[in-house]
């Protein structure tokens, strides 16, 4: 067993540790004209800088009394409607999305020295969309979608694992696994997103679309 770790040293690091932001400008004249076009093209930008993940997003949620949690969870679906991603209705994030429905995401590109921060409410995908996506999941995914009761307590993992190798009982292997009732996506509907891009000495460049009655709008907000 290895040693404990030592709490100043900890603290000393954390204190000690620096990044400086070099990539180069974020400037008005250097975006899209929408944020959709802006974000297709930073997505496929991070895809190709070999980011791990690039389209795994932190969703902030809260309760109907505000208190508020946060996770990860991935972008698969990008429309004008907004951002789309999939879960358990009854996970913790489905329960508070249902309650109050409004979120935030935050796509932390830290390799690139990027992040997308958008924020708005929340809706139900349809159902069809819902199906259509749980339909090129792998059977797999689709098994632990079924079997797993997300966010609830377990005694342990044996208890997952015989719930997985339950379901997988009831499917035969050429039989499709129908989409569970409770379990399928969310849009994130954009109010505002931003666009960082890290510079020197923490004088990052923030640019954010907002939406107003008139239309979106371009704000450059202060690092």
Do not use: C
């Amino acid at each position: 067993m290895s040693a404990p770790p030592d709490p100043q040293r900890t603290h000393d690091l954390l204190l000690q540790l620096r990044q400086s932001y070099r990539r180069g400008a974020l400037l008005e004249s250097n975006l899209a004209p929408d944020w959709l076009t802006q974000l297709r093209a930073w997505i496929d930008e991070a895809v190709g800088a070999g980011i791990l993940e690039p389209n795994a997003m932190v969703l902030a949620t809260a309760t109907a009394d505000a208190r508020p949690n946060a996770r990860s969870v991935l972008l698969r679906g990008l429309d004008e409607r907004g951002l789309h991603f999939f879960t358990n209705y009854r996970s913790a994030k489905g329960q508070e999305l249902d309650a109050n429905p409004r979120g935030a995401a935050v796509f932390p590109w830290i390799a690139m020295g990027r992040q997308v921060v958008a924020a708005g409410p929340v809706h139900r995908l349809s159902q069809e969309e819902s199906d259509a996506y749980f339909a090129t999941r792998p059977r797999g995914h689709q098994l632990g979608a079924a079997a797993s009761p997300q966010s609830q307590v377990m005694p342990n993992r044996a208890a997952l694992d015989d719930a997985v190798r339950d379901t997988a009982a009831r499917f035969p292997e050429d039989a499709p696994i129908p989409r569970p009732s409770h379990w399928g996506g969310f849009r994130l509907e954009p109010e505002s997103i931003e666009f960082w891009e890290g510079r020197e000495d923490r004088l990052h460049d923030r640019l954010r679309y907002r939406a107003t009655p008139d239309g979106w709008v371009l704000e450059r907000l202060a690092p």
